[in-house]
């Protein structure tokens, strides 16, 4: 087969993107650049590597087969820079993705014991939703993740060889509101209370919807303001915007005028953190980082606040 390093890096990137537009956005290339590049590896491959649907791509079998190999090579070859500009193979990068509430606390913490403890190793960080965390640790483009997921927590995916997914802790689900609001000096609210009350929520989407509202409420909420930043949200909150969801492993990072309470009348919402390691063996930087994270996250569970 004859493939370029140019068509392997497209390849990852598309994998990871889930579109075209998004991955020549990232690489900085045009739409037909992309889509060329894709057509080229296809044609060496002699097999159609991914599946077009109306959200945008998926790997077929042959796809996903492919990537495992270029994330190899690619590695490799980024191993072999670092060694001929004289990097240490223990003091090399580390590429840390985690879901949005995480990074105010665990992430935070964590990296200020990294610089402490091992100031030689880079750690680069990215924030984003499970379903692409996972992506990203398929196509090679992060080392390890911090997910969330609710009950029954299956498999990230589906894929073979397997994400490794390690338990870290489990946190229950609880509301923030304004402490001088509605529900001043409450421990706990009903379900009935939280029917009428505007939310601040993430924007929707097929794959995380309405992060931010409590799930299973009994008709339609009230989405009054929409916010990605979880900490835009709690200050939203203290203003006396609307109400949020938040596990009380945020509460070293609640600002002042905000409570988190439990919610009665339904199920109790539980969420379990996760680190996913990328199927591939880890270096010893990713260990090191990982090490750091589950000490982090030992800490929170013990005492949350």
């Known amino acids: 087969m004859d493939m370029t390093l140019v068509g392997l890096r497209v390849l990852r990137e598309v994998a990871e993107r889930g579109t075209i537009t998004a991955a020549a956005e990232t690489l900085g290339y045009t739409q037909s650049a992309v889509s060329r590049q894709v057509a080229a590896l296809e044609q060496a491959a002699g097999a159609r590597l991914f599946d077009r649907h109306p959200g945008g791509v998926r790997l077929t079998t042959e796809g996903r087969a492919l990537l495992r190999h270029a994330v190899v090579a690619l590695d490799a070859l980024d191993a072999a820079d670092r060694e001929l500009r004289g990097g240490d193979a223990e003091d090399g990068p580390v590429r840390l993705g985690f879901f949005p509430t995480a990074g105010a606390v665990i992430v935070a913490r964590a990296l200020a014991t990294m610089r402490r403890e091992h100031p030689r190793i880079r ?50 689900l609880t509301v923030a509101v304004a402490a001088g609001g509605r529900f001043a000096g409450r421990d706990s609210v009903t379900a009935e209370e939280l029917a009428g009350e505007p939310w601040i929520a993430s924007p929707a989407a097929a794959e995380e919807p309405l992060l931010g509202v409590w799930p299973g409420l009994p008709g339609r909420p009230r989405v009054r303001h929409t916010v990605r930043d979880w900490l835009t949200k709690l200050h939203l909150v203290a203003a006396g915007a609307g109400i949020t969801t938040a596990p009380p492993a945020l509460l070293p990072a609640v600002p002042p005028g905000v409570r988190l309470v439990a919610v009665e009348g339904v199920a109790e919402e539980w969420r379990r953190v996760s680190l996913v390691h990328a199927p591939n063996p880890a270096t010893a930087s990713a260990n090191a980082v990982a090490h750091v994270l589950r000490q982090e996250a030992a800490e929170l569970a013990d005492d949350p606040g």
């Not at 994400?163 to 489990?170: C, G, I, N, S, Y």
Request: no cysteine; net charge positive.
């Open 123 to 172: 750690v680069s960080t990215r924030e984003g939703t499970t379903p692409s965390l996972v992506r990203a640790l398929r196509a090679g483009t992060l080392d390890i993740a911090l997910v969330s997921s609710r009950p029954p927590h299956r498999s990230p995916d589906t894929d073979a060889p397997p994400l490794r997914a390690e338990p870290l802790f489990e946190t229950r």
